[in-house]
């Protein structure tokens, strides 16, 4: 063959050539295409074969190895390997993992990686690539990856609830969170379906109008929409669906489906058309918040319960279902009460249900339902022993014709659950037929009891006979007959009353009504039919238990304006050991300068018959209305002893358009006074005790003994509503107030000081209001202390006087001083006033400033209490300032040798008020000036004592520059003593001595000149009487006034020490 002909088809093109014969011949290609190649040979002859043809496709070889443990948590390697040659090959990636290599790492292998696709890349050429999608397989994992549900469950076939309780263990080295929760159900046998209560999805608004074409999304054809949300479970990536009940063109030419699925989350949402149901699914926590839930079911119906979960990694949890729960319903009814009527008959009818947790029960006549509104029965409902029971109760005893209550009776029960709707279930049908008995009939009671009092509540004793031969029935008290009209005292808490019968029985009744207000002895109640057969016969005792207190006043804070009254109730012992005895209500009254016999003002102790906390009546508490009291006397005061004095009442409404008092009785209260009552019931059950409470039944006047003929007020709103609100219906206005609960101790402040006080003190518990307790008289003091006269400082003689009293109150007490007779105002700048609480003392202290000799004079001092009622003053206290001029004994002349280290001690004295001024000086030089500058220096010190005045001379360690001649001046001009002092014992001393003591200060000298000329004229003046007798008489007036000062002075120092006859001389001072 010298040639041949070879045709290469591939990639949809054909390729021809003649080429030299040879055995052997290459051709590239590329890998995943189909090529054929045609073969012709042409010999020398030019002749050709036929052709010959081959197909073919080369598939190179990619393999993707896992390096590693398959196991969570473990570190996962996937090499990417191609049996192609380096030579062809350029690049090995993967496309959705960081890596450029044919090593994909996958670090922490987890259930995520699972629902991964991986994609390896092998580039040839520069256009041509391989592709290898890898996902791992789930068979592989089976044991490993699936979560593991646990299910426990309880069913509660009293209540019909199934509680279901379930735990998962999440594969190895993860963790589990619900994402999608599917609870369905099976009921007698059927398909499962989705719990009302707990349906998976709820509806959404998708506003995107871009449907996704991607693996994400799947089209079926459903009948319904539950069909539709069953498929979107089942698939694990579907968290959304739209069933178009409507099919419209544009979807029915695209996709023949109905029922549409998606996974997209936040982009992508398929178009909600309209008539489509567009579902999301529900957070699994918005389903259930912990591992547990409780379901509420139907009776009579078999149940089956499948529970499936998968997280966020698709990862399903294995199916969980129950075993079959089933629970039986019983319905039984019953008659309770003859069907032959006659008097006082009762008949009802009871359905009994072995389930207490019912949602409705009916009872029907003829299947038509009897409503709650028929005026021909009473419906009431009961539970015991988790059974439920409902009472349809006739009231045969109000109807004349019993003939329309026969019919064919069934009781009716509406359940409700968490899986289905409302479901009815009936009873067995009873027949209902009344017949009329004619025959006499009556039953003979006899009883023998002990009540305590009970105000405003009532024992009612019944006494009836029905028959034809029944005329009459009487009620006797210890043989008395008891009439309604006759006003006696006897019979004035008794009352026989004819209850409302049936015209069809022959019946009479008598029932007798006892009020148990007040205590009563034993007596016999006797009712008598006919007047001469005993059918009723009750020994009743009425005993009085209302409280009884002790009560003291702690008067240790009178001073403070304050007092406390201590109330204990007494503990009575009897036989109601078992009631409650404990004090309700407490009220206080209190008279002023006067006790309450005489009283013409009576008060209420604050906080005592009113809180004043609230304004409107409050529906929260369930307030009744129990009492009206029109016009009252003392209008609003009265309301509350109105209210105080009614058992029941806890709050009250003064109406101030018409006058009139309303009264409320709280929940609390008449809980009290009930359970007071069912003890009482039970610990007599043989009797049948009635008691009852009857509304409108307080006082119509309040205790005229004690306030017909006082005026009652309060200090704090007579006149005066302070909680007034207005109506916002009518616009009218009223007062609402609340009576405070009894406290043992009660504390009164802000008295009247200069007052007596009394207090009248009355409590109340279930049984009554106590008897009245009346208190001593308390007398608040309000006196002054005598004055006092203090030093403030030796320094600058500044006074001050001090006025106190025993009070221990700052609040609407204040002091006032006086100078001869006029107030001293608090602009006066020669004062101060400064009232204080000091060592359990209030007191006022009046500071002088200024020269002293100019406040001399009368000084008197008030206490005053002034509030808004009253204005009191307290006695007075007078001092009085004289005015001494200042005296001395003699002109002292005294010459010291002293030795170096001796101490120097002279003192000089003088009197007179104000007091006078005494200074020392050396050398004509003020000590105080020179003691600055040395502090070794002789100085001096100044004190007194009433009158007199006192200074010092010390020196300590003399030296010999301290010799010299100290003088002591009076007021700085008149000299009282002369000290010259000399150190040292030589001779050249004591002459310099005797020099420096001939040396005197310009004023001595002129002093003693002016002493010596008055002398002799005061020789010469002697010899006249005239000038005599004017001496002796200023001389006298001048010691009267100085034994004056010293005689208060004496007085005010006993009084502040305690020690008599204190001798003002010099020694003593």
């Not at 309770?336 to 009871?350: A, V």
């Not at 003002?601 to 009492?627: D, W």
Request: proline share 3%; glycine share 2%; net charge neutral.
């Amino acid at each position: 063959m010298d040639e041949f002909f070879i045709e290469f088809a591939g990639y949809s093109r054909m390729c021809r050539r003649i080429m030299q014969y040879r055995e052997e011949h290459s051709v590239i290609i590329r890998p995943f295409v189909d090529f054929r190649f045609s073969i012709s040979l042409r010999d020398s002859e030019n002749k050709w074969t036929p052709f010959l043809r081959k197909d073919f496709q080369y598939s190179p070889s990619v393999t993707i190895d896992i390096v590693g443990e398959l196991k969570f948590g473990q570190n996962i390697k996937l090499i990417c390997q191609t049996d192609l040659s380096k030579e062809v090959v350029e690049s090995i990636s993967w496309r959705n993992g960081a890596s450029n290599s044919d090593t994909l790492n996958l670090i922490h292998f987890s259930p995520f990686n699972l629902h991964q696709t991986y994609y390896c890349e092998i580039r040839i050429g520069s256009k041509q690539m391989i592709q290898k999608a890898f996902k791992f397989s789930l068979k592989d994992f089976e044991d490993n990856l699936k979560p593991e549900l646990k299910l426990n469950y309880y069913v509660n076939k009293h209540d019909l609830t199934v509680n279901l309780n379930w735990t998962i263990q999440p594969p190895e080295n993860t963790k589990f969170r619900t994402e999608k929760f599917v609870l369905l159900y099976s009921e007698d046998g059927q398909d499962y379906k989705f719990p009302k209560k707990y349906y998976p999805f709820q509806y959404s608004k998708w506003q995107s109008a871009n449907f996704p074409f991607n693996k994400d999304n799947k089209f079926f054809n459903a009948t319904n929409e539950e069909e539709c949300a069953k498929l979107c479970i089942q698939e694990s990536f579907c968290n959304h669906f739209v069933f178009k009940y409507q099919i419209e063109p544009y979807w029915s030419d695209r996709f023949q489906s109905n029922c549409r699925l998606s996974s997209k989350t936040t982009e992508g949402f398929f178009p909600c058309l309209r008539f489509a149901s567009c579902q999301n699914l529900k957070p699994a926590e918005s389903i259930v918040s912990n591992n547990s839930m409780t379901l509420s079911i139907l009776p009579n119906v078999t149940y089956k319960f499948k529970l499936q979960m998968r997280d966020k990694y698709l990862n399903w949890t294995n199916s969980f279902e129950t075993e079959s729960i089933f629970v039986p319903l019983s319905i039984t009814t019953e008659k309770i009460g003859p069907e032959i009527i006659s008097n006082n008959s009762t008949f009802s009818l009871k359905c009994a249900i072995n389930i207490s947790n019912v949602n409705k029960i009916v009872w029907t006549k003829n299947d038509d339902e009897i409503a709650s509104s028929n005026k021909l029965y009473a419906q009431s409902e009961s539970r015991e022993n988790q059974f439920k029971y409902s009472f349809l109760n006739f009231k045969i005893n109000n109807e004349k014709n019993f003939t329309q209550f026969n019919g064919i009776y069934k009781c009716k029960i509406i359940q409700d659950s968490d899986i289905k709707s409302f479901v009815s279930f009936y009873s067995e049908p009873v027949t209902v037929n009344f017949r009329l008995n004619d025959s006499l009939n009556f039953k003979k009671l006899t009883s023998n009891f002990t009540l305590p009092t009970l105000p405003g509540h009532y024992l009612s004793l019944g006494c009836h006979a029905y028959g034809s031969s029944a005329q009459r029935l009487d009620w006797l008290v210890n043989g008395d007959l008891i009439k309604n009209k006759e006003n006696s005292n006897y019979f004035n808490d008794m009352l026989v009353i004819e209850s409302e019968t049936n015209q069809n029985i022959n019946l009479v009744n008598r029932t007798l009504i006892l009020k148990l207000s007040n205590n009563k002895p034993k007596m016999k109640y006797e009712c008598l039919l006919n007047g001469n057969e005993s059918i009723r016969s009750h020994f009743v005792e009425i005993k009085n238990f209302k409280p009884q207190i002790d009560f003291r006043i702690e008067k240790s804070e009178l001073n403070k304006l304050k007092l406390s009254l201590n109330i204990v109730p007494k503990r009575v012992e009897n036989q109601f050991e078992y009631l409650n005895f404990k004090p309700l209500k407490l009220s206080i009254l209190y008279s002023e300068n006067s006790t309450f016999n005489g009283a013409q003002v009576i008060y209420i102790a604050p906080g005592t018959l009113s809180r004043t906390t609230t304004s409107s009546i409050n529906k929260s508490k369930r307030e009744n209305l129990i009492g009206n009291l029109l016009k009252p006397e003392h209008l609003i005061q009265s309301c509350k002893l109105a209210c105080f004095q009614f058992p029941l009442c806890q709050s009250y409404e003064y109406l101030m358009y018409d006058d009139s008092c309303n009264f409320y009785s709280t929940s609390k209260i008449e809980t009290h006074y009930q359970e007071t009552i069912n003890k009482l019931k039970e610990q007599n059950p043989v009797t049948n005790l009635n008691l009852f409470k009857m509304n409108n039944d307080v006082s119509k006047t309040i205790e005229e003994q004690i306030y017909n003929f006082t005026f009652l007020m309060d200090k704090k709103s007579y006149s005066f509503c302070e909680n007034k609100t207005v109506n916002s219906f009518n616009e009218e206005s009223y007062c609402r107030d609340e009576i405070a609960d009894f406290q043992e101790t009660y504390t009164m402040e802000n008295l009247t000081p200069l007052t007596s006080y009394q207090f009248r003190i009355d409590v109340t518990n279930v049984f009554g209001i106590s008897e009245p307790y009346f208190s001593e008289v308390v007398n608040v003091p309000f006196k002054l202390n005598k004055i006092l006269l203090h030093e403030i400082s030796d320094h600058n003689k500044l006074l001050k006087l001090e006025c106190s009293t025993d009070l221990l109150t700052t609040d609407r007490l204040k002091f006032r001083w006086f100078r001869e007779r006029n107030l001293i105002e608090s602009q006066d700048k020669n004062f101060s006033q400064n009232d204080i609480i000091d060592h359990s003392v209030f007191k006022s202290e009046l500071i002088f400033h200024g020269q002293i000799n100019q406040f001399s004079g009368h000084y008197t001092c008030q206490l005053v209490y002034e509030s808004s009622e009253t204005k009191l003053l307290t006695n007075t206290t007078y001092l009085f300032l004289p005015k001494i001029q200042p005296s001395f004994s003699n002109f002292e002349q005294i010459h010291l040798v002293k030795n170096e280290g001796d101490i120097l001690n002279e003192n000089c004295s003088a009197n007179g008020w104000p007091l006078p001024n005494l200074k020392w000086y050396y050398n004509n030089k003020s000590l105080d000036d020179i003691k600055q500058n040395s502090e070794d220096f002789p100085h001096s010190s100044t004190h007194h004592r009433n009158i007199t005045v006192m200074s010092y001379l010390y020196g300590f360690n003399l030296k010999k520059e301290y010799q010299g001649v100290y003088i002591c001046l009076l007021n700085g001009v008149t000299p009282i003593k002369n000290v010259t002092l000399t150190i040292g014992t030589d001779d050249k001393d004591k002459e310099i001595s005797n020099k420096e003591s001939n040396i005197q200060p310009n004023k001595a000298e002129n002093n003693n000149t002016s002493i010596l000329i008055n002398f002799v004229i005061g020789v010469l003046v002697v010899l006249a009487v005239g000038i005599i007798g004017g001496s002796f008489y200023f001389w006298k007036k001048k010691k009267s006034d100085i034994n004056a000062l010293m005689s208060y002075n004496r007085i005010e120092e006993e009084l502040m020490t305690g020690v008599d006859n204190v001798n003002l001389t010099d020694d003593t001072q």
